[in-house]
């Protein structure tokens, strides 16, 4: 069999391939993307693959917009963290629906319905596409709920409600744990992660942190001046907000 997986956070991607290859050693990964654009570039181009296992959140955008570049009609697993989603829309037709992180279990389900579906049942129809995008558009508020993280030498997933910031380091990107004040890097740059936390939960205080309201506990200084802001845990660094983002951090604070 050969499988296409399309998944933006680099650690999942891993994990899927180990899961697979412990699955069944012959399953081949032939290609491995990140983007909507270099996906639909791979799939106008190449001979289609048996398999494409597709995250619904993308570096740079959602997958659906795939299908409006491209005609697919290959057999779709589709991988994501928000658990929001009409899972069971999914699951009646025909391809499957798996939310991070992937259990073994879930996995193996998934690819024993692929193998017991028939040729013809195992693509897309238009319908299918259309059921799908609908979804998305009633579920377009649904932000992360978990982020997979690396400690050591194994994966670990920690749910954003226990993240008290985020910070950069130069293009590496951390998250600091309110309960144990432990940081672990993580697959995003602040750009990129950004877009997909909740804005009531979450804010931007300056080009390198993105703090959570639940983790704020005082903040001093004067608006005109910018602001000075103390978590709920020590920070190895002084945070503050800039004049022109304290007015917004303060309504921020005050929805």
Known sequence: MHVVIVEDEALAAE???????????????????????????????????????????????????????VKIDTPIIFITAYDQFAIQAFKLNSIDYLLKPIQEEDLAAALEKYKRLSPAARTLSDDDVQLFRNILKQSAHNYKERL????????????????????????????????????????HTLESLEPTLNPKQFFRISRKVIVNINAVSEIRGLVSTGLEVKLTIPCEFDLSVSRDRAQSFKDWLNQ
């Not at 290609?31 to 296992?53: G, S």
């Not at 619904?56 to 659906?64: C, E, R, T």
């Open 15 to 69: 994990r899927l391939v180990r899961m697979l290859q412990a699955y069944d050693q012959s399953i081949q990964i032939i290609q491995q993307f990140d983007t909507v654009a270099d996906t639909v570039q791979f799939l106008e181009t190449k001979p289609k693959p048996d398999l494409l296992f597709l995250d619904i959140q993308l570096a740079d955008g959602k997958s659906f917009s795939i299908f409006e570049k």
């Open 148 to 187: 997979i993280v690396k400690a050591g030498n194994k994966l670990q997933y920690k749910p954003v409600n226990a993240i008290a910031y985020f910070y950069a380091e130069g293009k590496t990107a951390y998250l600091v744990t309110s309960a144990e004040n432990r940081k672990f890097l993580i697959d």
